[in-house]
């Protein structure tokens, strides 16, 4: 995959994450203060958990090294809510 900002080649990886269920949520709710920023709505899961582990993996994670970014096309794995 080339990068989207400086058109390099990009290095395929993944994401280890230590811990459970990372997501993704619309801004409002990203940007949330207080004791509301332990509830949101939207979200959307990504990645493989294994519970022993407590380690979760996201794959398709691209790395430009010209640009110091990774960028990715995650799968979204839990149940769209309407
Ligand atoms: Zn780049």
């Known amino acids: 995959m080339r990068c989207p900002l400086c058109n390099s080649e990009m290095q395929e990886g993944g994401l280890v994450i230590d811990g ?8 409002e ?16 899961t990504i990645g493989k958990t294994s519970i022993l582990l407590r380690q979760t993996k996201v794959s398709n994670a691209f ?19 309407v």
């Open 20 to 27: 459970v269920a990372p997501g993704w949520v619309p801004l």
């Open 63 to 81: 790395f430009c090294a010209r640009c110091n970014k990774i960028i990715g096309v995650f799968d979204v794995t839990n149940a769209l809510e």
């Open 29 to 44: 709710q990203f940007q949330k203060r207080g004791l509301h920023r332990l509830v949101h709505t939207g979200l959307r």
